[in-house]
């Protein structure tokens, strides 16, 4: 069975920066889709960046684009969420999680992920 453990998460306030990370055990990575999404109280869960499984596609949300980046460390078997110049509506429960089909890309719904870490809060605010 796939674990997710998140981890980086806190409070911060406008403007500053976190790295979120993702420890893992999905074994052969490089044939699975990661991405990260979030959920704000009495909000639908949301795609927030995610990394195709060869790497060579990476897409954001307009909401974050050009100020959070995704990364992922194939041998250390971890992903990571840089997110940088961070504001309020940023705040929010975040999850890491594996799609569930091999060599599939275009996937932004979260019944298209079947592994998911239990979340780490980013609370940004003065």
């Known amino acids: 069975q796939v674990q997710l453990v998140e981890s980086g998460g806190g409070l911060v306030q406008p403007g500053g920066s976190l790295r979120l990370s993702c420890a893992h055990s999905v074994v052969s990575l490089s044939i699975y889709t990661m991405a990260w999404f979030r959920q704000a109280p009495g909000k639908e869960r949301e795609l927030v960046a995610r990394i195709s499984w060869n790497g060579g596609r990476i897409d954001y949300s307009e909401s974050v684009k050009g100020r959070f980046t995704i990364s992922r460390d194939i041998a250390e078997n971890t992903l990571y969420l840089q997110m940088t110049n961070l504001k309020p509506e940023d705040t929010a429960v975040y999850y890491c999680?594996?799609?569930?089909?091999?060599?599939?890309?275009?996937?932004?719904?979260?019944?298209?992920?079947?592994?998911w870490g239990q979340g780490t809060q980013v609370t940004v605010s003065p």
């Open positions: 999680a594996k799609v569930r089909s091999s060599y599939v890309t275009s996937v932004d719904r979260p019944g298209d992920f079947d592994s």
